[in-house]
């Protein structure tokens, strides 16, 4: 029988769309069936397994599934030894401390004797200790944000992206403690077999990433402004240049990445690009 790829997914929760997502990007097209905790592909040899999102690191650590797509702020906080095969740019977010507005906080020392209400206490108590501190922690399943307002506890450590939540609780983010994104992560044992199709799939993630993070970008100019144009360009290799059918003029095409497209443009213009086209990348193969 081939060998497939089991890959748990959140079976609910702020991770599973964007992974689902990102499969489908890599061509794995999944079997209807989102109630199911088994779903397989008919284009991949792989098979979903949705889970809770906190149980997932023990699945993958005991090799009931072999890949996980995962916040790395979970894996820390499970404290299971897994294969971290690769960051996916989503989900971004900090583990911070914060403390109510107003607050006299003069630094970390605060928190010394006093009580702090999190979801994540494995990570919090890692962190307390490298600092020297010493507090109690109060582990709360979810809405941690209201800790301090009902008097449970003087301080939080909870995940924060906006700090919206934060805003709205009347509290002020203090201390970083962690940085995380969803990442790609897998048993540390392996077979032969199943590391061959995880480098496959490694294969087309990469490439779905490089396409998101780059814009394809085509713009006409006169010949004797080329030299200035390629100059700025901080392309691929070098760009490429065909004429146009009108004299003196050439197409010029490139590979940026996005957010440097900002910065260039107008010293595009101002060398004397015309017409510029910036085209999304389907599919970048690097
Ligand atoms: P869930 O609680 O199942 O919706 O998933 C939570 C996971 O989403 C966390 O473990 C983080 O990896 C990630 N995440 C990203 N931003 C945030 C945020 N602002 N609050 C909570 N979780 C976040």
Known sequence: MQTKLRIAVQKSGRLQEESLALLRECGIRLEEGRDQL????????????????????????????????????????????????????????????????GTEYPGLQWLNGKHIATSYPNTLRGWLKQQNLSAEIHEIAGSVEIAPNIGLANAICDLVSSGNTLFMNGLEEKDVILESEAALYANKNLSPEA????????????????????????????????????????????????????????????????????????QLKAAGAQGILIVPIQKMIV
Not at 75 to 97: H, P, Q, T, Y
Not at 205 to 232: H, T
Not at 248 to 266: K, L, M, P
Request: charged share 25%.
């Open 38 to 101: 088994k779903v397989a592909s008919r284009t991949f040899p792989l098979e979903v397994f949705y889970l809770r999102n906190s149980d997932i690191p023990q699945y993958v650590h005991d090799g009931i599934a072999d890949l996980a797509i995962l916040g790395e702020n979970t894996v820390i906080e499970k404290e299971k030894e897994l294969d971290l095969v690769m960051n996916l740019g989503f989900a971004r977010c900090r583990l911070s401390i914060a403390v109510p507005k």
């Open 195 to 266: 590391k061959t199709i995880l480098d496959q799939l490694v294969f087309r993630i990469k490439s779905v990433l490089a396409a998101k993070n780059n814009r394809y970008l085509l713009m006409n100019a006169p010949n004797e402004a080329l030299e200035a144009i390629i100059k700025i360009l901080p392309g691929m290799k070098s760009p490429t240049v065909v004429p146009l059918a009108e004299a003196g003029w050439s197409s010029v095409h490139t590979v940026i990445a996005e957010d440097r497209f900002w910065e260039i443009i107008h």
